[in-house]
């Protein structure tokens, strides 16, 4: 039996072809499936209400150590066909999960909010801990746009809120903000995967009965925090869609805005919120706004 993992990367070009790829890999056994770009395209800025989707997309399948590579292709090929094209690799036992544990570290946030994974421990006796690991839509609340939401909701006063955390990604802002006591937390994304992780994540922390996943953005109510970590056009573009989930007392949280896009946001909003900048990490801005 082989000590090593089989790993297999396929690529596609659409999303009817990401769908058979999936399936295939699936059928094939494998245990779990990771998504990049497939070239060298990157997405930075979606149109609002599209999914993005990358130029070419590779998914690759991990395979458990006792896997029959012959089966496994043989699968494969009944699925895609026999001139399927495939790149094939071993990974050493644990060394995926290994590798990216050496890189990421537990980050605490305000007094007693962690993010961390399954296996690091937590020494502070009241600490609150976000367990996330690396899946779909992964996001550690490392990059600076994430980490100054984290740190604003650590230092806020959740308990018996209700937010909605608009374009939620791994789920981290809307998990944290139910773990830092918030009675209703909504989330939602224009990608599927997002939303997918979304349900996982928040049943690793065991508070999915406080979290309501969203497909269609305008069923959340009105919140008391709204909460998007998206990009400067989103956030314009939206503007009119976060009026109908927000009212006088409601707070709005922006981040995803660079230094030199802050003032263009805040004059879009200028008619209805006063917004402002609270925090400023690495080129990236944090803002804050009520109605006025």
Known sequence: MSNDWLQITLHADNEASIEQVEAALEAAGAIALTYQAGDDSEIYEPPVGETPLWA?????????????????LATLKQHLGDDVALA????????????????FKPIPF???????????????????VLRLDPGLAFGTGTHPSTAMCLDYLAHADLVGKSVYDYGCGSGILGIAAALLGANSVYQTDI??????????????????????????????????????NILLQPLRALKSQFMHHTDAASTLVFAGVL???????????ADTHSLRVINEREGWVLLEGQAH
């Open 191 to 228: 990608d599927p995967q997002a939303m997918t992780a979304s349900a996982d994540n928040a049943a690793k922390n065991h508070i999915s009965e406080r979290i309501t996943l969203c497909e269609n953005p305008e069923s959340a109510p009105r919140v008391d925090l709204l909460v998007a």
């Open 56 to 72: 070419q997309t590779a998914i690759t399948g991990l395979f458990a150590k006792d896997s029959a590579p012959e089966y496994v």
């Open 110 to 128: 305000g007094e007693r909010l962690w993010v961390a994974a399954s296996e690091h421990v937590i020494e502070q006796e009241d600490a609150i």
């Open 259 to 269: 230094v030199e896009q802050a003032e263009d946001l805040i004059a879009h909003y």
């Open 88 to 103: 094939q690799s071993l990974l050493a036992d644990s060394e995926w999960t290994r590798a990216w544990l050496d890189h």
